[in-house]
């Protein structure tokens, strides 16, 4: 029983392992710009917090509005519309964040 299992295990990981190849084509070098967004939404957050001496009277939703347009707008490579529906679509159902926004 056991060197069925095996036998198993090790064909699902030469199959993941094969499948990882035709990955490697599209990789990319990662970018720190991905990671601006969030820059953008905790020093927004921050500083406003620190200049008003309360965390509890910024609203969030706000930054967070203004970071995830930030989000939109440095994507590169595509036009408006995809950037918006590539967004919504990550977010969650493409439908209810269109609607949202």
């Not at 095996?6 to 991905?34: E, Q, R």
Request: proline share 3%.
């Amino acid at each position: 029983m056991l060197k069925i299992l095996f036998c198993i295990f090790a064909g699902i990981i030469k199959k993941v392992m094969s499948n990882n190849n035709n990955i490697d084509k599209f990789k990319t070098k990662p970018n720190l710009l991905a990671l601006s967004p969030l820059l953008v939404f905790l020093c927004l957050y921050l500083v406003t917090s620190i200049i008003v001496n309360d965390f509890y009277k910024v609203p969030i939703t706000v930054a967070f509005l203004i970071s995830s347009i930030y989000a939109i707008f440095i994507t590169k490579g595509l036009s408006i519309n995809e950037r918006i529906a590539q967004f919504s679509s990550g977010a969650s159902n493409q439908n209810i964040m269109l609607m949202i926004w």
